[in-house]
């Protein structure tokens, strides 16, 4: 526990360090990135779904209330999403613009830059977020949107292509709907596990025969330990020790070493694949261990800063005054603060939470 403690506290050392090299001035570490995925990582997608339920857009009041100009745009987040802050970290303003939001006629000029094609609620598995938003924007939609605009842009892509990085952080909503079934449903969680991890592979590959190279993975958390879930958890009395619920807890222990294996094995096939895994469930457990981080200080783990757990988050919801004490801002999703948390791991983080480099050191390759 004290080394991790000590790898906190290097990243936070190395994050000012950085900042003091590039300074404001210089070129983003990569060309363009691309981001896909779920609810963490949109930044307005579903906006642009006209069948997406209301409770999987994030378009109203009070998410946003710390954005600028206090403005919902899309994000499930009181401010800056994971996608934004790591965008930032590269270099960039905030994420790249969602793509559903794009006019047909500016999309190649906007992959020069880089689009997000993440859609919440979507999942590894195609069918996962329509059952309880009616339409996303899944996964293979995603990348078939993005191989298709790689397509568009012609011969000369390549180079780009390859410098850029591709962001993906999904999974965690095929694991709430595999464990929103009654106790007395007969599972296979290997076998289901087996499935996210082949869909993971399939997607992985068509991105890298559309020319990708780099590859910034990140697995599902506890996703046991979100507010909606510590309800499941005690309405089932299927608690672990953190109060969370242990089912759907053990699926993402399961499943980080399982897309660890699968990455291995890729980049050893696939000439040039670089990839870095983040290990979400681990920089969790830190957090809801109590251990107090490097410009972080989460003293609120088990309820969420709009609505405090009673109801959802709408304009209405009680709001909590100190959100970078909170690292739920709703039943779901955590605060602006959680994501800068878990960005400057992912970008900087020493080996203790991300393997085998981490996303400043992914960036800095060449192909």
Known sequence: ?????????????????????????????????????????????????????????????????????????????????????????????????????????????????????????????????????????????????????????????????????????????????????????????????????????????ELYGAGARKFSVVSPSLVGCCPSQRAVAHDTNDLDFHGCFRAANGLSRQLYPMLGSMLRGLAADLPGMHYSLGDSVGMAELVLNGTVLPGANFTVLDRPCCGGGVGGCNGTAPLCQDRGSYLFWDNFHPTAAASNVFARELFFDPGAFVHPMNVHELAELRP
């Open 1 to 205: 526990m004290a080394s991790r403690r000590g790898a906190f506290a290097l990243v936070a050392a190395l994050c000012l360090l950085e900042l003091a090299r590039r300074g404001l001035a210089e070129e983003p570490a990569v060309p363009a990135m691309f981001v896909f995925g779920d609810s963490t990582v949109d930044v307005g997608n579903n906006n642009f779904l006209a069948n997406c339920k209301a409770n999987c857009k994030a378009n109203y009041p009070r998410y946003g209330v710390d954005y600028p100009f206090q403005s919902p745009t899309g994000r499930f987040s009181n401010g800056y999403n994971l996608a934004d802050q790591l965008a930032q970290k590269l270099g960039f303003d905030k994420s790249p613009p969602p793509y559903l939001s794009l006019p047909d006629v500016t999309i190649i000029s906007q992959m020069s830059k880089g689009i997000n094609f993440a859609s919440g609620g979507s999942g590894l598995i195609d069918s996962t977020g329509w059952k309880v938003c009616t339409e996303v924007f899944n996964m293979s939609a995603q990348v078939q949107s993005f191989t298709s605009a790689v397509q568009k842009m012609g011969n000369g892509t390549a180079d780009l292509i390859s410098r850029s990085l591709i962001f993906i952080n999904t999974g965690s909503n095929d694991l709430f709907e595999y464990t929103d079934f009654p106790s007395n449903t007969t599972r296979n969680d290997t076998e289901f596990l087996q499935s996210l991890v082949a869909s993971y592979k399939g997607h992985l590959k």
